[in-house]
């Protein structure tokens, strides 16, 4: 799998917007980009995925640069449960090679603030 | 709404004893997958099975470690002789598919200390 980069914290107040970016600049063509989150003492829990266009669902939304190069997983308003590690994960499963692993980095630790 | 559990939540073995972690995936899945993760570490592949069989394994999956889904539904990691360094712990996952759109549900975790 491709490799992302991301800060390795952030903070936020509560009910304000928060923007996680996660920078993935050898992207390839096929590569989805994937967004977890490990809330403490539990396993990951998947968030979101997209492939270019920007995506939304009832947990967050997504929005993918045009390049594919970069993208921002969007919290609307934060609040005390949001607090977690955020992992950005390119998942690529053409030609075979790869049965759906994941492959964690160390993510971003989201603090909120009440 | 369908989730993936773990038996038992905290394991507690000797070094050199065998242990044997528990899954239920998913009624529907079809791919199964444990991950490990070392305190204060990322989480990490070890395994992903489908078909009854192992379709890819990392390097940490060595002979110590063995899969198997015995009856259906559960699906269990064997460490045959536990190390130190096997302390972690280990989280059980599924999907219905393993394609790079497919999304993978995560159990709880069991926590192994070995002492």
């Known amino acids: 799998d491709a490799k992302t980069t991301q800060p390795n914290s952030m903070e936020s107040n509560e009910e304000e917007p928060v923007h996680l970016p996660c920078n993935h600049s050898?992207?390839?063509?096929?590569?989805?980009i994937h967004w977890y989150r490990q809330l403490p003492s539990q396993g990951p829990e998947y968030v979101i995925h997209?492939?270019?266009s920007n995506v939304n669902n009832r947990m967050a939304s997504l929005a993918i640069a045009e390049d594919r190069k970069s993208s921002t997983l969007i919290l609307h308003r934060a609040t005390l449960r949001d607090a977690a590690v955020y992992y950005c994960?390119?998942?690529?499963?053409?030609?075979?090679?790869?049965?759906?692993?994941?492959?964690f980095g160390q993510g971003t630790i989201l603090t909120v603030h009440p | 709404e369908p989730e993936v559990t773990q038996t038992p939540s905290h394991q507690v073995t000797q070094m050199g004893q065998e242990v044997i972690l528990r899954c239920v995936p998913i009624?529907?899945?079809?791919?199964f997958y444990w991950y490990r993760q070392i305190l204060g570490q990322k989480v990490e592949f070890l395994v992903s099975?489908?078909?009854?069989?192992?379709?890819?394994k990392s390097e940490i999956f060595d002979d110590q470690f063995s899969v198997e889904r015995p009856d259906g539904s559960n699906f269990t990691l064997k460490i045959r002789s536990t190390k130190l360094e096997d302390s972690a712990m280990y989280f059980c996952?599924?999907?219905?598919?393993?394609?790079?759109?497919?999304?993978?549900?995560f159990g709880p975790g069991t926590r192994l200390t070995v002492l």
């Open positions: 099975f489908y078909n009854n069989e192992i379709s890819e």
């Open positions: 009624s529907n899945h079809l791919y």
């Open positions: 997209g492939l270019t």
């Open positions: 996952a599924s999907s219905f598919l393993a394609s790079s759109y497919n999304e993978q549900f």
């Open positions: 994960i390119l998942r690529d499963v053409t030609g075979g090679t790869s049965y759906g692993k994941l492959t």
């Open positions: 050898t992207i390839s063509g096929t590569d989805y």
